[in-house]
């Protein structure tokens, strides 16, 4: 297996503000230590586990020390969504979960009923190959 593509601070301090200029919510920056620590757990994870993690395996890694870290003053919750999403397309999967259910999960997660296992379960669940788009002319 090859390694994953991970996703850039950048982009997630990118992303977070999007987030907050499109649903409102609290703007500061980060508290830098701790998301740098929640972006290098799941790369920790696939650098040090004994056999390689499935990508919805370090998808969940990203999303539960995101909506857990409170990395930020507002959008936790948000921004660990978003970058399960983004994580898993670029590395070419997409979650197939519906927006209700998707919310539910990471509110759960949030409020601690939800386990780093069982959001990588509910992710293996809720994940699918990226299909091609193939145009015929």
């Given at each position: 297996m090859t390694d994953p593509v991970w996703v850039p601070l950048r982009a997630v301090?990118?992303?977070?503000a999007e987030?907050?200029?499109?649903?409102?919510?609290?703007?500061g920056p980060p508290r830098q230590g701790d998301l740098e620590a929640a972006l290098g757990r799941p790369v920790n994870l696939h650098a040090y586990a004994?056999?390689?993690?499935k990508l919805p395996r370090l998808a969940a890694t990203y999303g539960f020390a995101l909506a857990r870290g409170?990395?930020?003053?507002?959008?936790?919750?948000?921004?660990?969504l978003a970058i399960i999403d983004v994580f898993l397309r670029m590395n070419s999967l997409e979650l197939t979960a519906d927006e209700l259910d998707a919310a539910d999960?990471?509110?759960s997660l949030a409020a601690g009923d939800l386990t780093e296992?069982?959001?990588?379960a509910w992710i293996t669940a809720n994940s699918a190959?990226?299909?091609a788009c193939t145009a015929t002319v």
């Amino acid at each position: 297996m090859t390694d994953p593509v991970w996703v850039p601070l950048r982009a997630v301090v990118a992303i977070k503000a999007e987030l907050i200029g499109e649903h409102g919510g609290l703007t500061g920056p980060p508290r830098q230590g701790d998301l740098e620590a929640a972006l290098g757990r799941p790369v920790n994870l696939h650098a040090y586990a004994e056999t390689a993690p499935k990508l919805p395996r370090l998808a969940a890694t990203y999303g539960f020390a995101l909506a857990r870290g409170q990395c930020f003053p507002d959008g936790n919750k948000r921004i660990a969504l978003a970058i399960i999403d983004v994580f898993l397309r670029m590395n070419s999967l997409e979650l197939t979960a519906d927006e209700l259910d998707a919310a539910d999960t990471i509110q759960s997660l949030a409020a601690g009923d939800l386990t780093e296992d069982d959001l990588a379960a509910w992710i293996t669940a809720n994940s699918a190959p990226i299909q091609a788009c193939t145009a015929t002319v």
